[in-house]
């Protein structure tokens, strides 16, 4: 799987670094240890002082920084996790989908990151990563057609498919995904982002019997 950044976002976005993890995955529900997981880190941000504080975080201002680059009103358009990361404060909690949606939410809100995450035997040919043009649109997960002009987009040869701020219901992972991809987003530069790869491929292993892991970054 090749993945490469478009010219013209990297030069609005010039930090922009994605990693990469497919895997051959067991998709059921998640098992209590993995959901343990996910509640600890919830008390995690809720014990803080001011749990708010969260949003101050470098990693979901440089995911604001670069939307507002590409014309995209982040208050408006939230990367995944700056969204999760509210539900958490608001009281509502991490939503329970599936053990490897779930895997996902939780290193999205450990690490402050958007992952995207997509069923492969969805997925077509070379993926770019570039900005949404004018008359771009998905039916995001859970969500009516998203308008995608100024959206950071994973594109395959059918079109746009993924963004960090809601995936497409082309590409989703459900009971049915036997492989997949998932792709940590960072606006603020490649520093440490292979820490989340490896912590989402141990959590893939441990709790979906993930087989024939592999890594990659992309260029």
């Not at 001011?50 to 995911?63: L, R």
């Not at 997960?141 to 219901?169: M, Q, R």
Request: proline share 5%; with cysteine.
């Amino acid at each position: 799987m090749r993945i490469t950044i478009d010219p013209g976002l990297r030069q609005e976005c010039p930090r922009t670094a994605l990693a990469c993890v497919t895997a051959d995955v067991a998709t059921q529900a998640s098992p209590a240890e993995l959901v343990a997981e996910l509640r600890a880190r919830e008390q995690s941000v809720l014990a803080l002082p001011n749990p708010s504080s969260v949003f101050s975080e470098p990693q979901i201002q440089a995911t604001r920084e670069a939307y507002k680059a590409l014309g995209k009103d982040p208050a408006r358009y939230r990367g995944s996790a700056e969204a999760l990361l509210r539900r958490v404060v608001q009281g509502k909690g991490l939503p329970l989908i599936n053990n490897v949606v779930d895997i996902i939410n939780l290193v999205s809100v450990e690490s402050l990151l958007p992952l995207g995450l997509y069923d492969l035997e969805r997925v077509r040919a070379t993926i770019v990563f570039r900005a949404g043009r004018a008359g771009e649109t998905y039916k995001g997960i859970g969500k009516y057609a998203l308008n995608l002009e100024g959206l950071p987009v994973f594109c395959d040869e059918l079109g746009p498919f993924g963004s960090p701020t809601s995936d497409s219901e082309r590409t989703m992972v459900t009971a049915a995904a036997k492989k997949i991809l998932l792709v940590v987003i960072s606006f603020g530069g490649a520093q440490g982002i292979e820490r989340w790869t490896a912590r989402a491929a141990d959590l893939l292993a441990r709790y979906a019997s993930a087989s024939h892991v592999e890594s990659t970054a992309a260029r």
